[in-house]
């Protein structure tokens, strides 16, 4: 049996491997049109910074190494051009000599991964892109040549433009970071992408939202807002589409999302090709759709799955939720399944809350904040989505929901998972319990709450707005209009307060949520804002981001 793989990085070299482990006789060649295989995509951008300050340690496996260990024929400057479906063999072209060669398969694997969007920035407009060693070569090499500080455009403030964006700071250069949107990291919602907007604020990172760049100008770039900025250097970061143009010329069905389709062994509509990576569409594990998703763990487990599949060892489908880790200086930024945005864009029926918590007990020194947003199912009471933004343990409480999520946990169950505690790590009621706690409230009808841009409509409809907050957190900042009535007064004010419907909101939540079981026993009709006063500004300076606000949405304090 001999297999043929088009490409040799994450999906296809996790093929390769595998399918060795499984069959020592399987004929495998791997071809790659660039010049190194099995590299450190993801470490690219920390080369760049100098975390990463070995090249070598880039480069993961050659094609001997693979040959040595694992008796792989691995061919780097080698493209497969075409494929005949019918007499089951690729056109090779050897990108180096030209020379072209015709191979057999009796098993086809694409691993083409995708490329870098175009026709977004200007052309003519001299950019690069974060993508490949030669990417980080040219780089690294045009950075060491300018004398004084470097500038730097880095276009998209997606994952990779963000890494670019930090790595550049972290080598002395000045950047500013353009953003078509309205916020940072569009995976998230708008109100979690906050503290990443602020994040790049106080490491001097110049950021334009709602803005592109329309042309080149003398030593720099002009921006759509008119103004130009210097950059010896451009990183085009707008994103990437899956690298289908091979498999779509041989007839390969392509998914609506634009990416090869695959069904849950990986196999497209010819039962001899299979695909991977970041080429292919990925089984959305909530519903089921084509989804893109362009993560290398999928890579690695369905690269993995495929060998699987041709070893006559099928295992279960794997659908992707779309777990995801940013690190930007001293801010994680984690999530997992669907964002509000998309659930909002399917008309989906949902449940939020936000909190936010500390990563462990606050007593036991170092601890640090988080904010957290989950995504309900308010039927079902199942996870659809998180978001964690904030400092030491977002990584461990994104992959619990991961885990939670893969599992069928509903959002209930989390008040139930029995996790680790030590005051250094946690608290002993874990973050992922206190979620589980205010989702379990709230299915419950223990609390009824409010999210922060449903304010402005309910207090316009007549609601009175309490900040149960101390006198001092109160001055410090506060929700105009809202009247504040400590905690602690609350049961003594309660003659005091008006009868109509009330908001109650604290700093985070919690209090609120106290004030809320204290006023609903006392028969008043009361709701928690949820997330309290730190989601409300996190949301309202989101809002004042955006070009054009919705007359209907929250009004934005003077
Ligand atoms: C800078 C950067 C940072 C990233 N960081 C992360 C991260 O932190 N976490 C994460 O989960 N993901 C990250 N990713 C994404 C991750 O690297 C990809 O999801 C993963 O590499 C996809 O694997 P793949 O095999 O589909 O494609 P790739 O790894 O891109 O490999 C595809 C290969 O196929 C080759 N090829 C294409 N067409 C042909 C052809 N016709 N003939 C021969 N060869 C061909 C290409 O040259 C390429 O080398 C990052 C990506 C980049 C670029």
């Not at 793989?5 to 071809?31: K, N």
């Not at 592109?212 to 250097?233: F, I, N, R």
């Not at 989505?385 to 959002?411: C, E, F, N, P, W």
């Not at 409010?450 to 900042?477: I, N, P, T």
Request: glycine content about 12%; aromatic content about 4%; overall charge negative.
């Amino acid at each position: 049996m001999k297999t043929i793989i088009v490409g040799g990085v994450a999906g296809g070299m996790s093929a390769a491997t595998r399918l060795r482990r499984l069959d020592e006789t399987a004929d495998i060649s791997v071809f790659e049109r660039g010049h190194y295989v099995s590299f450190a995509n993801c470490g690219l951008p920390y080369y760049v910074g100098g975390v990463i300050s070995d090249r070598g340690d880039l480069l993961l496996q050659t094609p001997e190494s693979l040959a040595a260990r694992f008796r792989l024929d691995v061919r780097v400057d080698h493209e497969v051009t075409a494929i005949d479906r019918d007499a089951k063999t690729v056109t090779v072209r050897q990108t180096r000599s030209g020379a072209e060669t015709t191979e057999s398969y009796d098993r086809l694997i694409l691993a083409a991964g995708a490329l870098a969007r175009t026709g977004i920035t200007p052309a003519g407009l001299a950019t690069r892109t974060l993508r490949t060693v030669d990417d980080v070569d040219h780089i690294t090499a045009l950075l060491a040549g300018v004398t004084g500080q470097a500038s730097a455009v880095v276009i998209g403030a997606g994952f990779i433009g963000l890494e670019a964006v930090e790595n550049l700071v972290h080598r002395g250069v000045h950047v500013t970071l353009v953003e078509f949107g309205s916020q940072v990291f569009g995976p998230f919602d708008a109100e979690m992408a906050a503290p990443i907007f602020d994040e790049l604020l106080v490491h001097g990172v110049d950021v334009r939202l709602n803005t592109t760049v329309v042309a080149s100008a003398d030593g720099g770039v002009e921006l759509s807002d008119g103004s130009v900025v210097p950059a010896d250097l451009v990183i085009d970061s707008v994103g990437v589409l899956p690298d289908t143009s091979l498999a779509a010329r041989a007839g390969i069905t392509i998914g609506a999302s634009g990416g090869i389709q695959v069904d849950g062994s990986q196999q497209t509509n010819d039962p001899s090709i299979y695909a991977v990576g970041d080429g292919v569409e990925k089984i959305d594990a909530i519903d089921g759709s084509g989804v893109l998703i362009t993560m290398a763990g999928l890579a690695n487990r369905h690269g993995r799955a495929t060998a699987d599949s041709i070893a006559g060892e099928p295992g279960e489908a794997s659908p992707a939720l779309g777990t995801a880790i940013l690190g930007l200086f001293g801010l994680t930024a984690a999530m997992v399944g669907w964002s509000e945005k998309r659930i909002l864009g399917q008309g989906r029926a949902h449940r939020v809350v936000h909190t936010h918590p500390a990563s462990h007990a606050t007593y036991y020194p170092g601890a640090e904040g988080m904010s957290m947003k989950l995504l309900i199912d308010p039927v079902t009471d199942a996870i659809l989505g998180a978001q964690i933004v904030g400092g030491s343990g977002v990584d461990k409480r994104i992959d619990i929901l991961a885990t939670a999520m893969t599992g069928g946990l509903t959002a209930s169950a989390l008040t139930r998972l029995e996790l680790a505690y030590a005051p250094q790590y946690s608290s002993a009621k874990d973050p992922i319990n206190q979620l589980g706690y205010v989702a379990e409230n709230l299915a419950a009808g223990t609390t009824r709450a409010l999210q922060w841009h449903e304010l402005a409509a309910a207090r316009d409809a007549g609601a009175v707005l309490v900040d149960v907050r101390s006198a001092g957190e109160f001055a410090a900042g506060n929700i105009p209009g809202a009247i504040n009535v400590p905690l602690d007064e609350i049961r003594e004010r309660l003659p005091d307060l008006p009868d109509g419907p009330l908001i109650v909101h604290c700093q985070v939540g919690q209090r609120g949520h106290t004030a809320a079981r204290i006023l609903s026993q006392g028969g008043l009709d009361v709701r928690n804002l949820d997330g309290g006063y730190r989601t409300w500004t996190a949301g309202v300076t989101s809002l004042s981001l955006m070009p054009t606000r919705d007359s209907n949405s929250e009004r934005i304090p003077a």
